[in-house]
């Protein structure tokens, strides 16, 4: 409730959101940005290192978007021989739903990371 903020947002993997939720709405929470990195079971097991949770991740974009309550963005970070041929699949995956995707190239510098972003028109 402070004078002039517009927006509270959460970057998540999705895994707990949906039992957070309620309670976070109840903060203030208007915006939400899913990390989802793959499409792919066992490739999503690897980065997350849990079984089980592509498939929450995923449902849990389908649900928020079905929802409409918040702002939602799905965060991909794209990797070179591991999920960059999975570009169109998220677009697919998303274009019929109320979400932004935003490609980030994952770019090793001297050894700390930085990224380069590719945000897909807003809807």
């Given amino acids: 409730k402070l004078e002039g903020l517009k927006t509270i947002a ?3 993997n999705g ?3 949906t039992r957070m939720l309620p309670r976070l709405k109840e903060a ?3 915006a ?3 990390s989802l990195d793959t499409l792919v079971p066992a490739k999503f097991e ?3 290192r ?5 498939l929450s991740s995923k449902a849990t974009v389908l649900i928020l978007a079905g929802m409409c309550l918040l702002y939602l963005q799905v965060n991909c970070v794209v990797m070179r021989g591991f999920n960059e ?3 169109l699949d998220f677009v697919d995956f998303t274009k019929d739903l109320p979400v932004d995707v935003r490609f980030i190239e994952y770019m090793p510098f001297d050894g ?3 990224c380069f972003e590719i945000l897909l028109g807003q809807k």
């Fill in 28 to 30: 203030g929470l208007n």
């Fill in 15 to 17: 895994i707990n959101l």
């Fill in 10 to 12: 959460v970057t998540t």
């Fill in 112 to 114: 700390k990371y930085c």
């Fill in 85 to 87: 041929d999975e570009v």
């Fill in 32 to 34: 939400i940005n899913i």
């Fill in 46 to 48: 690897f980065i997350v």
């Fill in 50 to 54: 849990r079984k089980g949770t592509n």
